[in-house]
């Protein structure tokens, strides 16, 4: 059963830092693409960043560029987002997804994580 | 507001037909697929169409979807009150770089 479980969502001030993890399980991690997704309280989704399978690629929201960073480390299953310069529109539950192609680029988000709340505020 | 455009609300009995509308451009419905995915009430989003008509497996042939030029839809038959929930439609965007964009959500509510 394919699990994916984040971490790392605590309050911060703005301008403040912040490293999100997903601890992946349940399948052959390194073959798939993972992303960020997330979702500010009664809004709708709204796609971060994805990081290829091997880690040689990475995309990103322009709302997020050059502030965020998305990694992985396939040795521990584990998949980051380092998140810098926050503002309070970064407020969201921040969902790690697994996308459902296999050693391919993106196609569609097969499974996803239950979340973790990042909230920015003075 | 958000590239792919549905409406924010939908409605229907027990049993009915329903469809959901998603609209876009070129650039994301016009040369990707479409996906779609159901998000119950306070819980994590699930997907429920990929490939502009795909079902995996456990989701109930009551849900199809499809695609035609630069709009998708989401049709529910026989609907039932499980089925009240948010719904969205993502498409992968070739503009600039490349990125996935989403729709808006469409909140179906079983009367």
């Known amino acids: 059963e394919v699990q994916l479980v984040e971490s790392g969502g605590v309050v911060v001030q703005p301008g403040g830092s912040l490293r999100l993890s997903c601890a992946a399980s349940?399948?052959?991690?390194?073959?798939?693409?993972m992303h960020w997704v997330r979702q500010a309280p009664g809004k709708g989704l709204e796609w971060v960043s994805l990081i290829s399978w091997d880690g040689g690629s990475t995309y990103y929201a322009d709302s997020v560029k050059g502030r965020f960073t998305i990694s992985r480390d396939n040795s521990k299953n584990s998949l980051y987002l380092q998140m810098n310069s926050l503002r309070t529109e970064d407020t969201a539950l921040y969902y790690c997804a697994k996308d459902g192609v296999v050693r391919g680029v993106t196609e569609y988000f097969q499974h996803w994580g239950q979340g973790t709340l990042v909230t920015v505020s003075s | 507001q958000s590239v792919l455009t549905q409406p924010p609300s939908a409605s229907g009995t027990p049993g009915q037909r329903v469809t959901i509308s998603c609209s876009g451009s070129s650039s994301n419905i016009g040369s990707n697929t479409v996906n779609w995915y159901q998000q119950l009430p306070g819980t994590a989003p699930k997907l429920l169409i990929y490939?502009?008509?795909q079902r995996p497996s456990g989701v109930p042939d009551r849900f199809s979807g499809s695609k035609s030029g630069t709009s998708a839809s989401l049709a529910i038959s026989g609907l039932q009150s499980e089925d009240e929930a948010d719904y969205y439609c993502a498409a992968w965007d070739d503009s600039l770089n490349g990125f996935w964009v989403f729709g808006g959500g469409t909140k179906l509510t079983v009367l």
């Open positions: 490939s502009n008509n």
């Open positions: 349940g399948f052959t991690f390194d073959d798939y693409t």
